[in-house]
């Protein structure tokens, strides 16, 4: 899966190809996200979520969940979409302890803060 101009990885490739197979699109999903999450290069990762409400809701929340619940690495969510979708996943990422947030510029600043942070510490050592 080449990277996409906006991403560093791209894991929307493989889902759609799993899904016009006519696969479970959830079992790549989450067979992507716990590659991602065991890859000792990767140190963070951002996820972009579009939020469908109706036949189109987030069936798939869960895996992404179990697969990034337990990272060591900071997991941030961007929520964008329908909006009652998103306080629906917004509560159940909020249950689990995943940040989340539907101001792409809040979460990239979040993450910067615990970056400086995560720098200050290494540099007390």
């Known amino acids: 899966?080449?990277?996409?101009?906006?991403?560093?990885?791209?894991?929307?490739?493989?889902?759609?190809?799993?899904l016009s197979k006519k696969k479970v699109g959830g079992d790549?999903?989450?067979d992507c996200y716990d590659?991602?999450?065991?890859?000792?290069?990767?140190?963070?990762?951002f996820i972009n979520m579009f939020c469908a409400g109706g036949e189109n809701s987030m069936w798939n929340i869960d895996r992404i969940m179990k697969s990034?619940?337990?990272?060591?690495?900071?997991?941030?969510?961007?929520?964008?979409g329908d909006i009652q979708e998103i306080h629906r996943v917004s509560h159940l990422l909020s249950k689990s302890n995943i940040p989340n947030f539907s101001n792409?510029?809040?979460?990239?600043?979040?993450?910067?803060?615990?970056?400086?942070?995560?720098?200050n510490k290494s540099k007390e050592y």
Not at 1 to 18: C, G, H, T, Y
Not at 35 to 45: A, F, N, Q
Not at 68 to 80: A, D, F, Q
Not at 104 to 119: H, P, T
């Open 1 to 18: 899966m080449p990277p996409n101009r906006f991403a560093l990885l791209d894991i929307w490739p493989a889902i759609e190809k799993s």
């Open 28 to 30: 790549v999903i989450k």
């Open 35 to 45: 590659i991602v999450v065991s890859e000792p290069k990767i140190e963070g990762i």
């Open 68 to 80: 990034t619940i337990m990272s060591p690495k900071p997991v941030y969510v961007n929520l964008i």
């Open 104 to 119: 792409l510029e809040e979460m990239v600043k979040n993450f910067s803060i615990l970056l400086q942070e995560s720098r």
